[in-house]
């Protein structure tokens, strides 16, 4: 399973941007970056996903590096609604299943 | 509300009993997923049917059963509780075009299960 390293915690101030890394340096060429987050008390929920452009969507933005090697999920103006454990998963080409490999996640607290 | 519903929300037993989690994926989907949350393992995809047959097995345990039915809802079964099966129990579903890795999950409410 490919790996994806993200920070344990960030913080920020509501109504702030907030960019929450991810590092997969040994992802491949067709090998989709998708994040999710979990509100409190919640299931997952999909956020945004990506091959190598970068991608908007009403919720957030989503920078790819361009070796793919990282990526940065943007939010734009944090609110208190924003706190939630954000995960980034790599759905892999040479996964011929539909499963999510979740990691630890990055805990991002927003004070207002 | 992400269409998916999974009954029941919270659940107690005893250690040894059995009980069965059930999941009604959103309209049209086909495929449906199991994921256990706990304190120790974080977030763990157990199993997936497709259209009613297996497509996927995760960390399952051998005490632990699925099925998905005709009309499409799942059920999970889990049997001779130990304390540490005690966690949340997540149901998803998507579509499930063939290969397409571009897919969004969407995720019920979860069952929380506590074996005391």
């Known amino acids: 399973d490919a790996k994806t390293t993200q920070p344990n915690s960030m913080e920020s101030n509501e109504e702030e941007p907030v960019h929450l890394p991810c590092n997969h340096s040994t992802i491949s060429g067709t090998d989709y970056i998708h994040w999710y987050r979990q509100l409190p008390s919640q299931g997952p929920e999909y956020v945004i996903h990506g091959l190598t452009s970068n991608v908007n969507n009403r919720m957030a933005s989503l920078a790819i590096a361009e070796d793919r090697k990282s990526s940065t999920l943007i939010l734009h103006r944090a609110t208190l609604r924003d706190a939630a454990v954000y995960y980034c998963?790599?759905?892999?080409?040479?996964?011929?299943?539909?499963?999510?490999?979740f990691g630890t996640g990055t805990r991002l607290q927003v004070f207002p | 509300d992400s269409g998916v519903t999974q009954t029941p929300k919270h659940l107690i037993t005893a250690t040894g009993q059995r009980v069965t989690l059930r999941c009604s994926p959103r309209s049209g989907d086909l495929s449906v997923y199991w994921y256990q949350q706990s304190l120790d393992q974080g977030l763990q995809f157990l199993i997936q049917y497709y259209n009613g047959e297996e497509r996927a097995k995760g960390n399952i345990l051998e005490r632990f059963s699925a099925q998905q039915f005709p009309d499409l809802h799942s059920e999970l079964n889990l049997s001779s509780l130990e304390l540490g099966d005690s966690a949340l129990y997540f149901c998803?579903?998507?579509?499930?075009?063939?290969?397409?890795?571009?897919?969004?999950?969407?995720f019920g409410p979860g069952t929380r299960l506590l074996v005391l």
């Open positions: 998803a579903s998507s579509l499930s075009l063939s290969g397409s890795r571009q897919e969004t999950q969407y």
């Open positions: 998963i790599l759905r892999l080409a040479r996964d011929n299943t539909d499963k999510l490999i």
